[in-house]
Nanobody
Framework: QVRLVESGGGLVQAGGSLRLSCAAS????????MGWYRQAPGKRRELVAQ???????TSADSVKDRFSISRDTAKNMVNLQMNSLKPDDTGVYYC????????????????WGQGTQVTVSS
């Protein structure tokens, strides 16, 4: 099975920066997305940013000007550079890998990390 391990979360003051990293072990299919979701207390989990195996990036409007996502496909790693952090960015950030198996019909499977806490103080 695929295992995802996140690192880089922590406590930071407003305006500061953090860099999250996610390392995936196991076999990941060629067609995939790697990215980050977050969940704040009392809110639903939302997509922060994701990047496909081909480099196509999707990110939330609330973070487009401040966060950037990158990946090292050979190492099965994805990173999220977060700048100009705001208190509203506080939450648990989850690494996500979404694979698409096209052997017969498209079959999508999601893998999740355990989450890493990001707290932004004012």
């Amino acid at each position: 099975q695929v295992r995802l391990v996140e690192s880089g979360g922590g406590l930071v003051q407003a305006g500061g920066s953090l860099r999250l990293s996610c390392a995936a072990s196991g076999t990941i299919g060629s067609f995939n997305y790697m990215g980050w979701y977050r969940q704040a207390p009392g809110k639903r989990r939302e997509l922060v940013a994701q990047i496909s195996n081909g480099g196509m990036i999707t990110s939330a409007d609330s973070v487009k000007d401040r966060f950037s996502i990158s990946r090292d496909t050979a190492k099965n790693m994805v990173n999220l550079q977060m700048n100009s952090l705001k208190p509203d960015d506080t939450g648990v950030y989850y690494c996500n890998v979404r694979t698409v198996d096209t052997t017969v019909v498209p079959f999508v499977k999601d893998y999740w990390g355990q989450g890493t806490q990001v707290t932004v103080s004012s």
